[in-house]
């Protein structure tokens, strides 16, 4: 088995290498190309993600290359996990919306927009030299924003996947706090990405006991922290909210306090030249402490089994996954990408259903799934009048002259990236 991780230069892929060596048995991989545009980088992780193979007694072999072409040649499935324009774009994405008084953030917002527009052209692009080598191949995406992305990708045919590590890091947390295997754990997860509820925690599988009422009541405090939430709202959704969802139910307090520190990206920024020094440490043979700070908890596991799943290895049956809607949701259209748990094969996703949804969350879905129509219309043909509607469609934007300012200021920063521009 070939796999192929493009941005594989990510100071995030040594989680991942120390996942697909774990779980070798689950995920046999044979040879892992990691595919990069930035040689220096591409060499320092290649080299530790060598080592974490051989400490660990992976037989896989592991492929360093800067060749697009080469790199997914014949692969059974390609991972993206890529950045365009780095953290120093990103940073951008967290900052200049605060000029107007909106979110700085780089999946949702003005700077998820942003993002949207500079990622699609180049996924789309990838997926295409893919189809090309090896139209069989999966391609499984972590890019951001991962359901604007992945919609771009089914709708241009490809055999896609979109994946999230919200799910799994709540399944984890969850079944820390019962005392139980994550295995145990199902999770009502409905929405899209970013922007989803627990509706339930069940044990044992879809159908069983929802045990989420005793987690509120017996550990509200921990996981209203953990959102970043006042635990009275947690109590009186009675569900729990990703915490993406802070940056609309409490979007004022969030942009006053977004002020007053330096970005999410010149923290990591910072935290990846620490790192890759780590990484050029011949001696260290396993992913560092400081990587679990970098963001990405559980990413592998969900890969993993993601991959395997979608492959025919093994993997769990049902997982949560972005794909397409197919009535699921039965207030959006069918080629709506959702996230929710699905069964997974090697046919692809299969969306289960759902329970209704309360209107306060169906409406919020309906929002941003008109906004994400709008956004991946301006990232596939351009223009600055699509990229102003997609801006006036977004709830936590939605004012002409915010949209007028933030227009112009997306496109000034983001000119080099915007071929249209």
């Known amino acids: 088995m070939k796999l192929a991780v493009v941005g594989g230069g990510s100071t995030y892929t040594p989680e991942l290498i120390d996942g697909f060596s774990r779980l070798r048995d689950t995920l046999p991989i044979e040879e892992l190309v990691l595919v990069d545009p930035a040689a220096d980088r591409l060499e320092l992780v ?12 992976h037989p896989g072999r592991i492929v360093t290359t800067s060749d697009l072409d080469a790199g997914v040649a014949d692969a059974d499935a390609v991972l993206l996990q890529l950045r365009v324009g780095g953290q120093a774009a990103r940073n951008q994405d967290e900052t200049w919306p605060l000029e107007c008084g909106c979110i700085g953030q780089e999946t949702t917002g003005a700077g998820g ?4 527009l500079r990622t699609v052209p180049v996924v ?4 295409e030299r893919v189809r090309r080598t090896n139209p069989n191949a999966w391609i499984i995406d972590f890019t951001n924003p991962v359901g604007i992305v992945t919609r771009a990708l089914l709708q241009a045919g490809h055999k896609a996947v979109g994946l999230c590590n919200v799910a799994i890091g709540f399944q984890r947390k969850f079944a820390r706090l019962l005392d139980v295997t994550p295995g145990e754990v199902h999770l009502d997860h409905v929405g899209l990405n970013h922007l989803t509820w627990e509706l339930g925690v069940r044990l044992g599988g879809p159908d069983g006991e929802n045990v989420l ?3 509120l009541a017996e550990h509200g405090d921990t996981i209203a922290d953990d ?3 006042p635990r009275a709202i947690v109590d009186r959704l009675g569900v729990v909210p990703s915490y993406y969802l802070r940056y609309f139910y409490a979007h004022d307090g969030v942009v006053r306090e977004l002020g007053t ?4 990206a010149a923290e990591v920024a910072a935290m990846e030249r620490e790192l890759l020094a780590m990484y050029g440490d011949p001696a260290l043979d396993e992913k560092p402490a400081l990587l679990a700070k970098r963001g990405g908890a559980f ?12 492959l025919g290895s093994g993997g769990t049956p049902v ?11 039965p207030f959006l259209p069918d080629d709506a990408v959702i996230e929710v748990q699905a069964r997974v094969d090697g046919t692809g996703a299969t969306p289960l259903a759902v329970p209704e949804l309360d209107p306060l969350y169906a409406g919020l879905i309906a929002n941003v799934t008109a906004y994400e129509d709008l956004a991946l219309e301006a990232a596939l043909r351009g223009g600055r009048d699509r990229v102003f509607k997609a801006l006036l469609a977004h709830p936590l934007i939605g004012q002409f002259e915010y949209a007028e300012a933030l227009t112009d200021k997306l496109i000034a920063h983001n000119r080099e990236h915007l071929a249209w521009a």
């Open 46 to 57: 290649g080299g530790l993600a060598r080592r974490i193979f051989a400490k660990q007694g």
């Open 113 to 116: 927009l942003a993002k949207a």
């Open 124 to 127: 789309l692009d990838i997926a």
């Open 213 to 215: 009422p005793k987690l």
């Open 227 to 229: 959102l970043r939430m």
């Open 261 to 264: 520190k330096p970005s999410r």
């Open 299 to 310: 990413y592998s596991e969900a890969a993993v089994d993601l991959a395997s799943s979608l």
């Open 319 to 329: 997982q949560v996954v972005n794909t397409y809607n197919r009535g699921t949701l």
